[in-house]
């Protein structure tokens, strides 16, 4: 067995290369039993091999509890996975620091975003401009946001996921910090081109890393939107507080100069822990390639529906609290800590859909989260106030929740050394496709119905996510179909 494949975790459990050896009989053998409850339970989501060698691992933490083998079952297999158990372990290593940076990451890719969107409401009083000719300047970024994701993927597979997550660091802070200069629109459009450049990197490298090992997958992608999550109301409510006591300039320097710092303390306190492993004979982990075709294909429609809804309704909800919230706030601060306040609360959706991620089939997840999607945001459409308010944090849940089902799929039945390239590809068209958003707002917004139209858009889209939905392959069928990676 391969440590980090699948629920074969005990990689998780060693802090470095050099104290490998010694820890694995304290540590490993201790959580290997609780990760098995996990390998039965997802028993139809996985090969007969992968069985087996879970039945090794009982052994080895307690040879009474070790399954007696059906008759003239081949027993050479376990001898081979008992025997290289410790070997395997060894290129795996990594810091403890790592999964906290990687969502560290998270949060600064979400924030960076999303701070001209909320600095565009101040920004259209100074310049005298209205919001629909100036959100359109971000519009680059965005493109970039997801176009970018294919040459950072092919880079982390070929050449370092470590070295990659330190050129996001890094790049994020400088372009921010040139943003903050900007004197004409075209330059403020540039910078803003150049900071989604640099946060393309995230998804795709970020998010390999996170996959790779650990043994309850769902629970450690739920943290992680979280942190994401958090990253969205950190930059309403920062960007707001800045731009309230030093000017707008500020949203961009402050941000751009954190960045920087955690760069740096990545370098410092993160161990590069090598290039990726290559040893799977095809794209598919555990499925046939008919079927990983077809959840691919499901894959990619669900996240061009989810990314426009996602990003349409981030990047706008500033100016529909603006608008709709005029008798609970009207200042910057006071829009940004509603907008951070209905972020913050939804982030935990990610984490309660991470532990159903662990318990239950996707495709059952899938369905769920669009069924209750398509009522909220066509109710949406029409509210004001607190009612507004209410709305848009119970809509806020269901588009967070539905954010590491993609990743999910990506992480259950992607092989490793694919998995950056598979998710650069999903991340082109959730971000690619999904900054159709800035112009379709920019456009509906001067139409009679204003964010109303926008609203009801959006729920046809939550509708094509359930119908792509309703064909994912079931539990049961993926298990009739598993074959060896």
Not at 17 to 27: D, G, H, M, T
Not at 257 to 279: K, M, Q
Not at 366 to 387: E, F, S, T, Y
Request: aromatic fraction near 10%; include cysteine; charge should be positive.
């Amino acid at each position: 067995m391969q440590a980090g494949e699948g629920a074969g975790v005990a990689a998780d459990f060693v802090g470095n290369e050099a104290a490998a050896e010694a820890r694995v009989s304290v540590e490993i053998l201790v959580a290997v039993d609780q990760e098995l409850v996990d390998l039965r339970r997802e028993a139809l989501d996985r090969p007969l091999r992968q069985r087996l060698a879970a039945q090794e691992l009982q052994a080895l933490v307690d040879p009474a509890h070790a399954p007696a083998l059906p008759a003239g079952e081949d027993q050479s297999g376990y001898a081979s996975h008992a025997a290289n158990f410790t070997v395997k372990l060894r290129p795996v290593t990594k810091s403890r620091f790592l999964v906290p940076f990687i969502n560290l990451g998270h949060l600064l890719d979400h924030l960076v975003m999303l701070v001209f969107p909320t600095v565009v409401v101040a920004l259209g009083r100074e310049w005298g401009r209205p919001y629909s000719e100036l959100l359109p300047l971000a519009l680059g970024g965005f493109i970039a946001f997801g176009a970018f994701a294919i040459p950072a993927g092919w880079l982390a597979d070929h050449w370092s996921r470590y070295k990659m997550m330190a050129v996001f660091f890094f790049g994020i802070g400088a372009s921010l910090f040139v943003t903050g200069f900007a004197q004409t629109p075209w330059q403020l459009a540039a910078g803003l081109t150049l900071v989604g450049m640099f946060a393309a990197i995230y998804h795709p490298v970020g998010i390999a890393m996170l996959v790779a090992a650990p043994g309850r997958m769902g629970r450690a992608l739920g943290w992680n939107g979280l942190w994401g999550n958090l990253g969205l109301a950190a930059a309403a409510i920062v960007s707001g507080a800045l731009m309230d006591l030093f000017g707008w300039r500020a949203a961009f320097f402050i941000p751009g100069l954190g960045a920087i710092a955690a760069g740096a303390a990545f370098l410092a306190l993160v161990a590069d822990p090598g290039p990726v492993r290559r040893t799977s004979k095809s794209i598919g982990l555990h499925v046939d390639t008919r079927t990983m075709a077809r959840i691919f294909a499901i894959l990619l429609i669900a996240t061009a529906c989810g990314g426009i809804i996602f990003n349409s309704t981030t990047v706008s909800m500033p100016k529909v609290f603006d608008e709709r919230l005029r008798d609970l706030t009207q200042t910057n601060l006071g829009i940004g800590a509603l907008v951070a306040l209905v972020y913050t609360l939804a982030a935990f959706a990610q984490v309660a859909m991470g532990a159903l991620i662990d318990r239950f089939e996707l495709r059952r997840l899938m369905i769920g989260v669009a069924l209750v999607q398509i009522p909220l945001l066509a109710l949406a459409a029409n509210l004001q106030g607190w009612a507004m308010l209410g709305a848009a944090l119970a809509m806020m849940l269901a588009v967070f929740g539905q954010i590491p089902l993609n990743d999910a799929i990506v992480g259950r039945y992607c092989a490793d050394e694919y998995r950056a390239r598979v998710l650069a590809v999903r991340y082109v068209v959730s971000l690619g496709v999904a900054s159709v958003a800035v112009p379709m707002i920019a456009l509906l917004h001067r139409t009679e119905g204003g964010f109303r139209n926008v609203f009801l858009v959006l729920a046809a889209l939550a509708a094509g996510m359930l119908a792509a939905s309703l064909f994912f392959p079931s539990r049961r069928a993926l298990g009739r179909q598993a074959v060896p990676a």
